[in-house]
């Protein structure tokens, strides 16, 4: 009885080609889209997880009650990782943790790679496994470094590492270390990432930060012990926290600031680090991705296979009609209507079967182009683990049951009587049909919408005036085979008789992310007349306005014919606002924090976008303070010969870091590679809304055929009694246009609260037009035209006599 199933099955599948054919490829498009963008999101949602008891992994912040808006800072100062772990016995291992570019050298060689800062409970806390070494005693020693194993292999070859010395630099002074474990490769979910780790203490940010509760410039992690409550520790450090703080919380109550709901001005909170990933409320541990984008992402594939499973609804119940006798014979003979229901199932079965099949392989042909394309990490290996397996195998049965299971629910409550007498009759506008076809088109009208929408955006984030010159402006990462300063005053003795180039300066922060990859931002906070001020810093180089073509709009530039400008300051217009001064040149800014008592304001420069659009033009100070170093080397050039200029700057840098690799680009590609997120963002909405506009006109193609075909007696009586062509495309067609109508007022509304509450997320945004909106809906409603079009002018132009012959 099976085989028969099973051979009637594939004989009716091969019969019906074209309806087979549209649920296979559409099936498959959807379970190969599925498997990419799940398996992208567990993934994103595995980092961290590979730690031993991950859940008791915290990461230290404080959330501070500003005046304007609530901070949350995950720096922590030196010394509160003592304090921590003296005070409160839940804590049971903790490290600080840093990184930054390093040097190493050995045997005349040099590699750079990024050490990492951290304390001797740093791989008893963490499943980093060592192939070599112990792990309490790893960072045991002040003088050891512990390498990953490519770096190992990198350094010494062959050679065992294991108590070799070699030589690092980081910021600082040349050091030795001697080699006290190799960890394997660092796990591809890991948030903490490092090619080699030494003791905190050797950081160069450690000396003047010792013993200081008002500097922060590290990340605190701590494991509690198992059992330990989150919220019992966060309110137990409360009292510690406004003892060692109450200085800063009475500033803060002094300027304004409103508590927090349980009353606290500051407070020192605990992230989970298996949240850390998909937090972007803070600065992350390392690279981040939203929860929102993940959500969306899931949203995009259930979307996606939800069309595929309403054409394939649609196709099996109008296709089952024209299958009414074999119904009805079957029932009559006996058969009941598990066995009929069994029958139609089947054949959903095997074709959700073939198309799972052909997506497992199309998943991975097209897995490397999805991973340039979006920004994955993703790895083919997660789709052999157990609970993936597992839920791949779940997801395909309840697609199959949803999918086939309410066709065979139609098949057996047929009448078989009414059947063979041909009484049943097909009903062209179904509530069920109809509201599945809105569904669907709702959401590829949504998905055009949001495409719209965030490229739009997209276009004004690169295109909107920043305040600065980005096209002619080469900005190029110093390193660390050199000193930024000292780099910087050889370049312009290079460059100085070059015609190319305008100006030449420096800057602590690049504009933008750089080809290294960097992009941070420094601020301190100082008292101004009795108010706690905070502005961000850039550290420069003299000719730095002329360089950008900033503008100034009150005093002067900084000059070497003053002595005294390293301890003068040059702010924005923003900052004048937070001071309350229309002219502040001449004011004093006493600023503690670095040991600089007094700073002059020798100028105001206008307000321009140093961060990223997501933010607002913050308070900010130009300085030229000798502790903070140089990271980038800003060349202005003229805009005649611009990749000519790349080579020769390329060629002069070999000279002054021959070890170092140029990774020099213009500051315009530098603020394009910040909104790399919002690019890939808006790579999803255009791939998805593609995918579901073909996808829904397939089935509206497949659902047009099956209607004419109903329809084939009544369109040959119309014809005979004079109707022309075109009242007979606009029967055909006017049920459907209805129904997109329909899909269209429904999805409006939904793309413009979506997008708007994601514009909400910058600084900068456009306004959304509503003929974006309609335009989408204009778009898949013409689309959709042109898919039932075909056939409709087919049926109209087609002989009366012969159709009326047939039937």
């Not at 003795?493 to 100006?503: D, F, I, R």
């Not at 140089?630 to 202005?636: A, P």
């Not at 021959?658 to 690019?679: A, H, K, L, V, W």
Request: proline residues 4%.
């Amino acid at each position: 009885m099976i085989r028969n199933y099973l051979k009637i099955a594939l004989r009716n599948l091969w019969k019906h080609k074209t309806n087979t054919l549209i649920n296979l490829l559409g099936l498959t498009v959807a379970f190969t889209i599925c498997l990419l963008l799940l398996l992208s999101v567990y993934y994103e949602f595995s980092f961290n997880k590979f730690h031993k008891d991950p859940q008791d992994l915290y990461r230290a912040y404080f959330s501070v009650q500003q005046p304007e808006r609530t901070d949350l800072q995950p720096s922590m100062p030196e010394p509160m990782l003592k304090a921590l772990k003296e005070q409160f016995p839940a804590v049971e291992y903790g490290t600080r943790y840093n990184r930054n570019s390093s040097e190493i050298e050995y045997k005349g060689k040099h590699f750079f790679k990024e050490l990492g800062f951290g304390d001797a409970d740093f791989f008893s806390m963490f499943s980093f496994p060592l192939e070599k070494g112990n792990a309490p005693q790893a960072l045991a020693g002040r003088d050891n470094i512990v390498l990953t194993r490519p770096v190992a292999d990198a350094i010494f070859g062959k050679e065992d590492p294991i108590g070799k010395q070699l030589r690092v630099q980081s910021g600082g002074p040349w050091k030795v270390f001697t080699v006290s474990a190799v960890a394997a490769d660092m796990p591809a979910n890991s948030s903490i990432r490092f090619d080699a780790i030494v003791l905190f203490e050797h950081g160069y940010t450690y000396p003047n930060s010792v013993g200081k509760w008002d500097v922060t410039n590290h990340d605190l992690i701590l494991r509690l012990k198992p059992g330990a409550d989150k919220a019992a520790f966060e309110k137990a450090a409360q009292g510690f926290i406004s003892k060692q703080y109450a200085d800063y919380i009475g500033d803060l109550k002094r300027d304004g600031a409103r508590p927090a709901p349980n009353g606290q001005y500051m407070q020192l909170l605990l992230q989970p680090l298996l949240s850390a990933h998909v937090d972007v409320d803070m600065r992350g541990l390392g690279d981040t991705i939203s929860r929102s984008y993940l959500y969306m992402l899931l949203a995009v594939s259930v979307f996606v296979l939800f069309i595929a499973c309403i054409n394939f609804i649609n196709l099996s119940v109008g296709r089952s009609f024209t299958r009414s006798r074999e119904v009805g014979l079957r029932k009559t003979l006996g058969a009941l209507p598990f066995q009929v229901g069994m029958q139609f199932w089947g054949e959903a079965a095997i074709v959700c079967a073939a198309a799972l099949l052909i997506s497992i392989p199309l998943f991975y042909a097209v897995l490397p182009q999805y991973k340039l394309i979006f920004g994955s990490s993703l790895e083919t290996a997660v789709l052999q683990q157990p609970l993936v397996i597992a839920s791949v195998i779940g997801g395909f049965l309840l697609v199959t049951v949803l999918a086939g299971g309410y066709p065979a629910l139609v098949m057996t409550r047929m009448d078989a009587v009414n059947i063979l007498k041909g009484k049943l009759k097909l009903k062209t506008s179904g509530s069920l049909r109809n509201g599945l076809i809105i569904g669907q088109f709702a959401i590829a009208i949504l998905l055009i919408g949001c495409t719209l929408i965030a490229w739009q955006q997209l276009n004004f984030l690169r295109a909107r005036p920043l305040g600065y010159n980005s096209s002619q402006v080469v900005s190029i990462p110093v390193g660390q085979e050199i000193g930024g300063r000292e780099a910087l005053a050889l370049l312009r003795q290079k460059l100085a008789a070059e015609p190319s180039v305008l100006s030449v300066s420096g800057i602590s922060n690049n504009l933008g992310m750089g080809e290294d990859g960097g992009s941070y931002s420094y601020s301190i906070g100082f008292d101004y007349h009795n108010r706690n001020i905070s502005m961000a810093w850039l550290n420069v180089g003299y000719d730095f306005t002329k360089t950008m073509d900033l503008s100034i709009k009150y005093g002067r530039d900084f000059s070497q014919s003053f002595g005294s400008d390293s301890t003068g300051i040059i702010i924005n217009e923003q900052m004048a606002r937070k001071m309350g001064v229309v002219n502040p040149v001449g004011e004093i800014l006493q600023v503690d924090a670095l040991n600089q008592t007094q700073m002059k304001v020798l100028g105001v420069i206008k307000d321009f976008n140093f961060q990223s659009l997501h933010k607002p033009v913050e308070p900010m100070g130009l300085v030229m303070y000798a502790d903070m170093p140089i990271n980038y080397l800003l060349v202005k050039v003229r805009p005649d010969n611009l990749p000519g200029i790349m080579d020769k700057l390329k060629a002069i840098w070999a000279q002054i870091a021959p070890r170092s690799d140029f990774r020099g680009s213009f500051i315009d590609e530098n603020i394009n590679r910040q909104y790399n997120r919002e690019e890939r963002f808006t790579q999803i909405f255009v791939y998805a809304a593609a995918v579901a506009i073909v996808l829904s006109c397939l089935g509206l193609f497949a659902l047009a055929v099956l209607a004419i075909m109903q329809r084939t007696r009544e369109i040959g009586i119309r014809k005979a009694l004079g109707a022309s062509s075109g009242s007979i495309v606009q029967l055909i067609t006017k049920d459907f246009v209805k129904l997109i109508f329909i899909a269209m007022i429904i999805a409006t509304p939904l793309a413009w609260y979506f997008m708007n509450t994601w514009l909400e997320n910058f600084a900068f945004s456009v306004q959304i037009k509503w003929w974006w909106l309609l335009a989408a809906g204009l778009l898949a409603l013409a689309v959709a035209l042109c898919t039932i079009g075909y056939q409709s002018l087919r049926a109209a132009f087609a002989n009366p006599v012969k159709s009326l012959k047939t039937e």
